[in-house]
T-cell receptor, first 114, second 110 residues
Framework: DGGITQSPKYLFRKEGQNVTLSCEQN?????MYWYRQDPGQGLRLIYY???????QKGDIAEGYSVSREKKESFPLTVTSAQKNPTAFYLC?????????????FGEGSWLTVV | GQQVMQIPQYQHVQEGEDFTTYCNSS?????IQWYKQRPGGHPVFLIQ?????EVKKQKRLTFQFGEAKKNSSLHITATQTTDVGTYFC??????????FGGGTRVLVKP
């Protein structure tokens, strides 16, 4: 099946620990994105990448880090510096040029920090 | 950065009734996309509008792009329980990324 796979779907972590969320796509898309969604809220962009070995900060990058070593993979690390990390995290991908194209989302990862 | 405002934030609809949600921008848009997110799910693309005044229909859903390309609307007729979810508009921002509106959360009363 073609698509975007996020893992794990549910994750619990203790406060102060780093955690890495996985995102893999087999759609051959150049661009990948990470969004954060808080309950009842919209989607806020954390980081995005247009090409391998390159990425840019989104609107709420503080406390997060990413890497893009392979075209199909874009893992997100939620560091201990993120003050309120409990949220729903959505990974997405698209062709490099969004004009006339859409983005496709994975099923998301629920992170709860206790 | 590019921002879009969606109203209303919540929409409680009686089953069978119609409703409209709106997406507004202070700047002219090149295009606008609409997504639907079911409760507990992920956003799924519905449609893209590109031309000024464009109207597109998907069964009971009618999407419109304003003449000035600064606003858009989604109108749902004869609402069904399957319409429950959050509807987001999204616009392409500088840097080839999508910025999403805050969404309209639709609840349907049977």
């Amino acid at each position: 099946d073609g698509g975007i796979t996020q893992s794990p779907k549910y994750l619990f972590r203790k406060e102060g620990q780093n955690v890495t969320l996985s995102c893999e796509q087999n759609l051959n898309h150049d661009a990948m994105y990470w969004y954060r969604q808080d309950p009842g809220q919209g989607l806020r962009l954390i980081y995005y990448s247009q090409i391998v070995n390159d990425f840019q900060k989104g609107d709420i990058a503080e406390g997060y880090s990413v890497s893009r070593e392979k075209k199909e993979s874009f893992p997100l690390t939620v560091t201990s510096a993120q003050k309120n990390p409990t949220a729903f995290y959505l990974c997405a991908s698209s062709p490099r040029d969004l004009s006339g194209n859409t983005i496709y989302f994975g099923e998301g990862s629920w992170l709860t920090v206790v | 950065g590019q921002q879009v405002m969606q109203i209303p934030q919540y929409q409680h609809v009686q089953e069978g009734e119609d409703f409209t949600t709106y997406c507004n921008s202070s700047t002219t848009l090149s295009n606008i996309q609409w997504y639907k997110q079911r409760p507990g799910g992920h956003p799924v693309f519905l449609i893209q509008l590109v031309k000024s005044g464009e109207v597109k229909k998907q069964k009971r859903l009618t999407f419109q792009f304003g003449e000035a390309k600064k606003n858009s609307s989604l109108h749902i007729t004869a609402t069904q329980t399957t319409d429950v979810g959050t509807y987001f508009c999204a616009v392409k921002a500088a840097g080839n990324k999508l910025t999403f509106g805050g969404g309209t959360r639709v609840l349907v009363k049977p």
